[in-house]
C-alpha cells in the first residue's frame, strides 16, 4: 500500500471523525484536477482554493467520505466546485502562488517601467509579503510597485547566482546586495 493512499486514510478519518480510525481497510481514490476551484459551504468564506488533490474513501456499508486538499493545504469536507474562477469571490493568494514554492528570481518594476530591485526566493508569496509588511526596509519602494516578473529556476543556488548577475548588469535602484544604491526618486531614471 503506497504512504499517498495510507496517508489519505488518516486524513479523511480525521477531518470526519475526529478519533482513531474506524475504517481502517477502507477503499480510496484519488484525482488531481487540472483546473479545478472550490470553497467551503460550513461557513460564510470569502475565498475560492485551487484544487490540488480530490480523495474519496469507499467505506463498506456507508456513504461515502470526500475531501479536498487544496493547493495552500486546506482540507475541505463540505464544499462547492468549479473549474471556472468565481467572480463573487476573492481567489486564495497562497493557492495562485503555490506554483512559486520553487526558487525564482523576481523583478519589481514601477508605473515608467522603471527596474526598482532584483530578488531571489524559494517561496515567492513568502518574499513578497514580507516586502510588503509595515516597518519592513522594503516598504520604501515597495509601495510604488506596478509589475512583477518571475523567472523559475531549478535550485535557489541557480537562483541567486541569476540574482547577482542581474544586479551587477541591470542596476536595480534599491538593491544594497552587491553595491550601494545612489539616490533616486521612484518613477525617475536612473
Known amino acids: 500500500m503506497s504512504a499517498a493512499v495510507e496517508m489519505a486514510r488518516y486524513n479523511l478519518n480525521y477531518v470526519y471523525h475526529r478519533g482513531p480510525l474506524r475504517f481502517p481497510d477502507v477503499a480510496v481514490t484519488s484525482a488531481r484536477p487540472k483546473a479545478c476551484w472550490a470553497f467551503a459551504t460550513t461557513r460564510t468564506t470569502r475565498h475560492f482554493h485551487r484544487v490540488d488533490t480530490a480523495w474519496v474513501a469507499w467505506p463498506p456499508d456507508a456513504t ?3 475531501l479536498l486538499v487544496t493547493r495552500c493545504g486546506k482540507a475541505l469536507r463540505r464544499f462547492s466546485t468549479s473549474q471556472v474562477e468565481p467572480e463573487h469571490l476573492e481567489l486564495c493568494d497562497d493557492c495562485i502562488f503555490a506554483d512559486y514554492r520553487v526558487p525564482v528570481v523576481y523583478r ?4 515608467a517601467g ?3 530591485y532584483v530578488g531571489s526566493s524559494a517561496d515567492f508569496l513568502a518574499r513578497l509579503r514580507a516586502h510588503a509588511a ?13 509589475r512583477w516578473t518571475v523567472e523559475i529556476f531549478d535550485d535557489l543556488e541557480g537562483a541567486t547566482k541569476a540574482e547577482d548577475v542581474a544586479i551587477r548588469v541591470e542596476l536595480p535602484l534599491f538593491n ?3 553595491r550601494r544604491p545612489e539616490s533616486h526618486s521612484v518613477g525617475e531614471a536612473a
Open 176 to 178: 544594497v546586495k552587491g
Open 108 to 111: 519589481c518594476f514601477d508605473a
Open 64 to 66: 461515502p467520505l470526500t
Open 114 to 116: 522603471v527596474l526598482l
Open 134 to 146: 509595515p516597518g519592513s526596509t522594503s516598504a520604501v519602494w515597495c509601495q510604488h510597485a506596478a
